[in-house]
């Protein structure tokens, strides 16, 4: 059987900590967009995102990271996947 690798390609991410809580800087524009918009990402009474995902809805919480991928489209991803796979740029 054949092995692969990932291509190394570079994306945006943040981390979600809650509604009216970011450290350092604000949300990133793409974000905020998106929730401001009623895009693909809504926060529920319980700080938690619900994501338009091409999957279908998926939910983030607290802790976990929103990608933005190559092609525009947003998906959650857990703490230990995101730092098993991402390295910062």
């Given at each position: 059987?054949?092995?692969?690798?990932?291509?190394?390609?570079?994306?945006?991410?943040?981390?979600?900590?809650?509604?009216?809580?970011?450290?350092?800087?604000?949300?990133?524009?793409?974000?905020?967009?998106?929730?401001?918009?009623?895009?693909q990402i809504g926060i529920?009474?319980?700080?938690?995102?619900?994501?338009?995902?091409?999957?279908?809805?998926?939910?983030?919480?607290?802790?976990?990271?929103?990608?933005?991928?190559?092609?525009?489209?947003?998906?959650?991803?857990?703490?230990?996947?995101?730092?098993?796979?991402?390295?910062?740029?």
């Amino acid at each position: 059987m054949a092995s692969y690798r990932k291509k190394p390609i570079v994306i945006e991410a943040v981390q979600w900590y809650g509604k009216y809580s970011y450290p350092g800087d604000e949300w990133p524009d793409w974000f905020r967009h998106q929730v401001n918009t009623m895009g693909q990402i809504g926060i529920t009474g319980d700080n938690t995102l619900l994501i338009g995902t091409l999957e279908g809805e998926m939910r983030a919480d607290i802790g976990d990271w929103v990608i933005k991928g190559v092609k525009g489209e947003f998906y959650p991803c857990k703490p230990d996947i995101f730092e098993a796979t991402y390295e910062a740029v």
